[in-house]
């Protein structure tokens, strides 16, 4: 069966650094599409970043464009997001996603498995 394990949050302070990992099994990681997504408290759950199959594109959502950093180790089926510069408005469950292809469409509508969540605090 298919299983998605995030791993790697924390406290931070803004300005701050973590990296998150997601460990992958039950399929072929390296034929699909990754993403992360984040649920800030009291708001709904929000696409932030994919990467393709084979590692050769990813997107960002505009907030975190230029301070994260998604990538993958088809080798190890792991997937990761580097996180730097934190903000406070970073703090949110994060999530790992499984696409339905090789492209991460930047939804959180066309993913079809779900890790459990990680939790990032950003505060002083």
């Known amino acids: 069966q298919v299983q998605l394990v995030e791993s790697g949050g924390g406290l931070a302070q803004p300005g701050g650094s973590l990296r998150l990992s997601c460990a992958a099994s039950?399929?072929?990681?390296?034929?699909?599409?990754m993403s992360w997504a984040r649920q800030a408290p009291g708001k709904g759950l929000e696409w932030v970043s994919g990467i393709y199959s084979n590692g050769s594109d990813t997107y960002y959502t505009d907030s975190v464009k230029g301070r994260f950093t998604i990538s993958r180790d088809n080798a190890k089926n792991t997937l990761y997001l580097q996180m730097n510069s934190l903000k406070p408005e970073d703090t949110a469950s994060y999530f790992c996603?499984?696409?339905?292809?090789?492209?991460?469409?930047?939804?959180?509508?066309?993913?079809?498995?779900w890790g459990q969540g990680t939790q990032v605090t950003v505060s002083s």
């Open positions: 996603a499984k696409a339905y292809s090789d492209y991460p469409r930047p939804t959180i509508y066309e993913y079809e498995y």
């Open positions: 039950g399929f072929t990681f390296s034929n699909y599409a």
